[in-house]
Every structure is written in structure tokens, then in C-alpha cells.
Nanobody, 121 residues
Framework: QVQVVESGGGLVQPGGSLRLSCVVS????????IGWDRQRPGKQLELVAT???????KYADSVKGRFTISGDNDKNTVHLQMNSLKSEDTAVYYC???????????????WGQGTQVTVSS
């Protein structure tokens, strides 16, 4: 099986920083992309940032210039550095891995349980 585990959430003041981490483990064959999505209170799930196995990145317009996604392919780990945080960044942040496992030939999404980020004074 596959496990996707997030860490690093918490409470931070506006203007502060947090670093989220996501570790993918288990019966991994290959990972195409790992990304972060978030669900703000009362809102739909939205894409925050993604990174491919080749290192290409993509960001939501709302976080460009403030958030940075980086990855360590050897450790199947991805980090999301979040700077200049705003109250509207308050959300549950989910990591997802788009990948092929050792027991399936097809690319599928695997999700973590989420980590809460609260930006408040």
C-alpha cells in the first residue's frame, strides 16, 4: 500500500512563515507529480502548488512569490515553504501524489489526511 503523510502545520501570525512536508512511502513504482491542495473554510478544494519528478513547478496565482515547492526524489519527499502568510491562507492543506504503484499499471491519485494551517494574530 501507499502512505502519504503531511506534517508542519500550525498556528502562525500574519506575515509569518511555515514549512509543510509530505512523505510518500510504500509500494511505489514511479511518481509523476506531488502537489499541495488546500480547503479554506466554506470553500472548495483548490490547487496550491505542484512539482513533477523532473522538477517543474506550478503555483496558484494567489500564492506565487510567497510559496515555494521543492522535492527530494530520493526520499519521495516534498516541501512547501510558505512565507508572508495571510489570514486567507488559513486552510487544511492536503498533499497528493499522482503515481503508479507496484500493484497497479495506472496512474492514480493518493492523498494524505491533511494538516491544518491557521494564520491569525
Amino acid at each position: 500500500q501507499v502512505q502519504v503523510v503531511e506534517s508542519g502545520g500550525g498556528l502562525v501570525q500574519p506575515g509569518g512563515s511555515l514549512r509543510l512536508s509530505c512523505v510518500v512511502s510504500g509500494s511505489i513504482s514511479s511518481i509523476a507529480t506531488i502537489g499541495w491542495d488546500r480547503q479554506r473554510p466554506g470553500k472548495q478544494l483548490e490547487l496550491v502548488a505542484t512539482i513533477t519528478s523532473g522538477g517543474s513547478t506550478k503555483y496558484a496565482d494567489s500564492v506565487k512569490g510567497r510559496f515555494t515547492i521543492s522535492g527530494d526524489n530520493d526520499k519521495n519527499t516534498v516541501h512547501l515553504q510558505m512565507n508572508s502568510l495571510k489570514s486567507e491562507d488559513t486552510a487544511v492543506y492536503y498533499c497528493n501524489a499522482f503515481m503508479v504503484t507496484l500493484t497497479s499499471r495506472f496512474l492514480s491519485d493518493y492523498w494524505g489526511q491533511g494538516t491544518q494551517v491557521t494564520v491569525s494574530s
